[in-house]
C-alpha cells in the first residue's frame, strides 16, 4: 500500500467519511544562498522526494480537526473564528492552523476542514518539514474552497502563518521550493519580486549525486539565534543606506564593509552579499554545462556560514570537511545552522566511499551515526487524489 492510499484510510477511520482528496508538498534542500531570503536577495533551493501527505475534508461549519499519524496524540480540535497567533510555538499543530488562519486573514473563505497528515520529510534536520506541513494544507484548502490562488500566493501565505501566526521569522525560501519546485531542476528565486526560474538540474545524467547528511543534531529556529542574525542583517542594511543586503553590490563590497564599525555586523554583511555572488556564479557555471565546477562554490558558502555567520558546529564541519578529504567536489551546510544537514556533491561512483568516510569519522569522534541519503531534484506540492 502506497503513502496516499494508507494516509486516505487512516483518515476514513479517523474521521468516519472518505476525504475530498490527498495532496502533497515536499521538503527541500538549499543548494546554494542562505539566509539571503530574508535580505531579498537570491537563493538555490531543490524539492525533496520526502514530503507531507495530507487527506483532506472541506467543512462548513468553522470546526478545523488536525491530526498526525507521526505522532502518538488525539484529534486537535479548533475553531476557525477563534483562531490567534501564539505565544507559545504551540507543537505541530500550529503550522497548519496557522495556515488557515493566515487563508482567512488574507479575507479567503475557509470555513473549516478536516486533515489527516503523515509525513517522511525529517524533522529538525533542516529541510524545511514545516513549510511542506504549511504548503500542502495551503494547497488543499486553495483548491476544497475554490480560492483561486497561485502557488506563490499559497507560499507567502505559508510564510505569513509560520512567522505570525507561529512565530518563526523565516523568509519565504522553504514555501516558495515546496509549492513551485519542478522535477530535475532547482529553483531560481528572487526573494525581492518572487520571479522564479527552472535551473535544469539533473544530476545523474552528468554521473553526479547530491548526498544529504542529516548530523542528527536538532536545532530550533525560533531559539533566538535566526532573530538574531535577521536583526544583524538589518542593522547593517541600515548602516549602508540600503532597505535590504542585497542592494550591496559584490564590487563594492570592500567599501562598504569598510564604512561597519561593528564586527559581528561586518562579518553578517560579508556572508550575504557573497552568498549572493555564488548563487549567480553557480547558475553561470550550470547553464554552462560545468555542473562539477559548482562544488567550489559550495565549500566557499560553507566557510562563509562557518567563519562569518557562524551557524555551524562541529559535526557539520566534520561532514564537510571529511567529503572533500575524500573527494567530494564540494559540500557545505544547509539551512539555519546549529544542526540539521550538510550537501556534498560527488561522483555517483563514489557516494557510497564517501559516505562510509563521513559514518567512520562521526565514529571516531563519537558523535550519532549520521542519516545519509541522496538529493533528487523532486516535483512541487501537487494533488495525488
Known amino acids: 500500500m502506497g503513502p496516499v492510499t494508507e494516509v486516505a484510510e487512516q483518515f476514513t477511520e479517523l474521521y468516519g467519511h472518505v476525504p475530498d482528496g490527498v495532496w502533497s508538498a515536499p521538503g527541500r534542500v538549499n543548494l546554494i544562498g542562505e539566509y539571503t531570503d530574508v535580505n531579498e536577495g537570491f537563493v538555490m533551493p531543490l524539492a525533496l522526494p520526502h514530503t507531507v501527505v495530507a487527506a ?4 462548513t461549519d468553522g470546526v478545523l480537526r488536525l491530526h498526525s499519524a507521526d505522532i502518538d496524540a488525539p484529534v486537535v480540535e479548533l475553531r476557525v473564528d477563534e483562531l490567534a497567533p501564539l505565544s507559545d510555538g504551540g507543537g505541530w499543530a500550529a503550522y497548519p492552523a496557522g495556515v488557515v488562519w493566515a487563508l482567512r486573514a488574507a479575507g479567503h473563505p475557509v470555513g473549516g476542514a478536516d486533515l489527516h497528515l503523515a509525513s517522511t520529510v525529517p524533522t529538525g534536520a533542516g529541510l524545511s518539514s514545516s513549510a511542506a506541513l504549511e504548503v500542502v494544507t495551503a494547497l488543499a484548502l486553495n ?3 475554490e480560492l483561486g490562488l497561485s502557488r506563490p500566493e499559497l507560499a507567502v501565505l505559508s510564510q505569513r502563518a509560520e512567522n505570525a501566526f507561529v512565530g518563526v521569522p523565516c523568509g519565504v525560501m522553504d514555501q516558495m521550493a515546496s509549492a513551485c519546485c ?7 528565486l528572487d526573494c525581492r519580486d518572487l520571479s522564479i526560474r527552472q535551473v535544469p538540474f539533473d544530476l545523474a545524467a552528468h554521473g553526479l549525486c547530491l548526498l544529504v547528511v542529516d548530523t542528527r543534531v536538532k536545532h530550533e529556529l525560533g531559539d533566538g539565534a535566526y532573530a538574531e542574525r535577521r536583526a544583524g542583517c538589518e542593522e547593517g542594511a541600515r548602516a549602508l543606506g540600503v532597505s535590504h543586503l542585497r542592494d550591496v553590490p559584490y564590487a563594492g563590497l570592500d567599501d562598504a564593509l569598510a564604512r561597519l564599525t561593528d564586527d559581528r555586523v561586518r562579518r553578517y554583511v560579508r556572508h550575504i552579499v557573497t552568498d549572493d555572488e555564488r548563487v549567480e556564479r553557480i547558475i553561470g557555471l550550470l547553464d554552462a554545462g560545468d555542473v562539477r565546477g559548482i562544488g567550489t562554490a559550495l565549500t566557499e558558502g560553507h566557510a562563509s556560514l562557518r567563519d562569518d555567520f557562524r551557524i555551524s558546529c562541529p559535526e557539520l564541519d566534520l561532514a564537510v570537511e571529511t567529503a572533500n578529504t575524500a573527494g567530494a567536489y564540494g559540500a557545505r551546510m544547509t539551512g539555519g545552522g546549529f544542526g540539521g544537514s550538510a550537501l556534498l556533491l560527488v561522483e555517483a561512483a563514489e557516494a557510497e566511499t564517501v559516505t562510509k568516510s563521513v559514518e567512520a569519522a562521526f565514529a571516531a569522534a563519537g558523535y550519532t551515526a549520521p ?13 495525488e487524489a
Open 56 to 59: 483532506v475534508s472541506r467543512r
Open 143 to 145: 483548491e476544497l474552497f
Open 182 to 188: 519542478t522535477e530535475g531542476h532547482a529553483l531560481h
Open 371 to 383: 542519516r545519509v541519503f541522496p538529493a533528487v531534484a523532486s516535483a512541487g506540492a501537487r494533488r
